[in-house]
């Protein structure tokens, strides 16, 4: 079965750090195509980090110098690495990626995480 499955949410201070996984089970990232979203209660979902095409990568302005996108091709993995989180930083986390099923193309959502950080 194609899909992405996310992990590596959890309660964090303010101050620290975590690493979202997010792993394309079954198929390949298209990886001018990948990202990580978050969405907070009664908030729309947003823009977190992506890597676009020609492997550059761009971040929202409240995220730019804390997280990192990374891709591990070997793995078929990709990651977001948070530090220095903020209490505002918290949300569910959800990773989206085009994957190859069957032959083409198909635009997947991950389950979602939770990232909780406490002031």
């Known amino acids: 079965q194609v899909q992405l499955v996310e992990s590596g949410g959890g309660l964090v201070q303010a101050g620290g750090s975590l690493r979202l996984s997010c792993a394309a089970s079954?198929?390949?990232?298209?990886?001018?195509?990948v990202g990580w979203y978050r969405q907070a209660p009664g908030k729309q979902r947003e823009l977190v980090a992506a890597?676009?095409?020609?492997?550059?990568?761009e971040y929202a302005d409240s995220v730019k110098g804390r997280f990192t996108i990374s891709i591990d091709n070997a793995k078929n993995t990709v990651y977001l690495q948070m530090n220095s989180l903020k209490p505002e930083d918290t949300a569910i986390y959800y990773c989206?990626?085009?994957?190859?099923?069957?032959?083409?193309?198909?635009?997947?959502w991950g389950q979602g995480t939770q990232v909780a950080v406490s002031s």
């Open positions: 890597v676009t095409s020609g492997g550059s990568t």
């Open positions: 079954g198929s390949i990232f298209r990886t001018n195509a």
């Open positions: 989206n990626a085009d994957l190859l099923s069957g032959l083409m193309w198909k635009n997947f």
